[in-house]
């Protein structure tokens, strides 16, 4: 399993988001919108890449955004319910550990890989701890 950089930043946003309404000195968890600009200075992450991963993560359901003078993004859920595997899944993070597509159906020689029974277990193992890893487990 190789994570991306996209993959990371979007952990290191979500992270931030979660972090964020602590930070501007409220208590009410996931409220409070974080700007762009905030993104960008805190996490120096280039402004049109956290735009596209910010994207996905909404067309997933797991931030939101508000829009005016007091808008920004903000999660779309609780800590707690945004696993590791949710957010690979929303920005096309791979969890596999093969690069190997399936063989052809009318393959002269099907390919056969021994060590597939291995990485199927590791792939199995990996898939439930992502499931299972919480953003809160991060705060």
Same mark, same amino acid.
Request: glycine letters at 2%; proline letters at 3%; charged letters at 25%.
């Given at each position: 399993m190789k994570i991306?950089?996209?993959g990371f930043y979007a952990v290191e946003i979500l992270q931030a988001l979660? $972090?964020?309404p602590h930070r501007a000195g409220k208590r009410e968890a996931n409220n409070l919108p974080m700007t762009l600009a905030d993104i960008e200075d805190g996490l120096k992450i280039p402004r049109d890449y956290?735009?596209?991963? #910010?994207l996905r993560l909404k067309r997933?359901?797991?931030t939101g955004s508000l829009r005016g003078n007091a808008g920004g993004v903000c999660l779309a859920k609780k800590n707690r319910d945004i696993s590791l595997a949710? %957010?690979? !899944?929303? %920005?096309g993070e791979d969890i596999a550990p093969?690069? !190997? $597509? $399936?063989?052809?159906k009318n393959a002269k020689r099907p390919m056969i890989c021994p060590a597939h029974p291995v990485w199927?277990? #590791?792939y199995e193992h990996n $898939?439930?701890? #992502?499931?299972r890893t919480t953003l809160a487990d991060f705060m």
């Open positions: 991306s950089t996209k979660a $972090a964020w956290a735009e596209r991963i #910010l997933a359901g797991i949710d %957010v690979f !899944a929303a %920005v093969w690069r !190997a $597509a $399936a063989p052809k199927r277990k #590791l $898939a439930q701890f #992502l499931k």
